[in-house]
């Protein structure tokens, strides 16, 4: 089957500087890409749709300065957080998708913890 | 707006206890309908799915029927496994509305013991 890799699997972080975070098909080319957040005990939250080649789509809410992605590749997905603070600690999975059509299934990876101090 | 409910956790069954977990939905096209599972430290695998009202979604001994009708896409086993212990995400995604964007239920943990 389709897989997706993510990169950090694990992050610790000083306040106020930026991580990045990989997300990679493997198999597959990812036309379009999502990026979740996940807070203990909760439901995953849809922060962004990326679509390779442009402008990533942000939910309401989700600050686009500082959540930054890049798809600049139809296997890679970024996503930085800048000037990290501790409220950015979680868990941040991403999927991919590998055609256009809305029927695709999308593939998870299988995230990152971020820990900001 | 679309949503998912799922019936609150954490749920604790024995092995070979019989699984029911509830998962209504709101939605106002044709959604296709989810089950996710999450182990503990991993990130989310797709169950099954049904893409039309009365589909029946099976894998692993786990199945969930698409209800139109009660809007309803409950997942069910009947013989649970320690190794069935995970949170489990119900999930839908109204594909021509939303460019396939996945909402998803608030999750609900099962613990199963031996």
């Known amino acids: 089957g389709a897989v997706v890799s993510q990169h950090p699997s694990r992050v610790i972080c000083k306040s106020g500087t930026s991580v990045k975070i990989e997300c990679r098909s493997l198999?597959?080319?990812?036309?379009?890409m999502f990026w979740y957040r996940q807070f203990p005990k909760k439901s995953l939250m849809l922060m962004a749709t990326?679509?390779?080649?442009?402008?990533?789509?942000?939910e309401q809410g989700v600050e686009k300065d500082k959540f930054l992605i890049n798809h600049a590749s139809l296997t890679l997905s970024t996503l930085t957080v800048t000037s990290a603070h501790p409220e950015d600690s979680s868990f941040y999975i991403c999927?991919?998708?590998?055609?256009?059509?809305?029927?695709?299934?999308?593939?998870f990876g299988p995230g990152t913890r971020l820990t900001v101090t | 707006g679309d949503s998912v409910t799922q019936m609150e956790g954490p749920v604790t069954l024995s092995e070979e206890a019989c699984l029911t977990i509830?998962?209504?939905?709101?939605?106002?096209?044709?959604?296709?309908l989810f089950w996710y599972v999450q182990y503990p430290g991993e990130g989310l695998q797709l169950l099954l799915k049904?893409?039309?009202?009365?589909d029946k979604g099976s894998n692993k001994g786990f199945e969930a029927t698409y209800r139109k009708e009660t809007t309803s896409f409950h997942l069910e086993k009947g013989s649970v496994q320690v190794s069935d212990s995970a949170v489990y995400f119900c999930?839908?995604?109204?594909?021509?509305?939303?460019?396939?964007?996945?909402?998803f239920g608030q999750g609900t943990e099962l613990s199963v013991k031996p």
């Open positions: 049904a893409t039309k009202a009365d």
């Open positions: 990326s679509n390779e080649g442009s402008k990533a789509t942000y």
């Open positions: 999927s991919a998708r590998e055609g256009t059509g809305v029927s695709y299934e999308q593939y």
């Open positions: 198999d597959f080319q990812a036309t379009t």
């Open positions: 509830n998962c209504t939905y709101t939605a106002t096209g044709y959604p296709s």
């Open positions: 999930a839908l995604s109204d594909g021509y509305n939303q460019g396939g964007k996945l909402i």
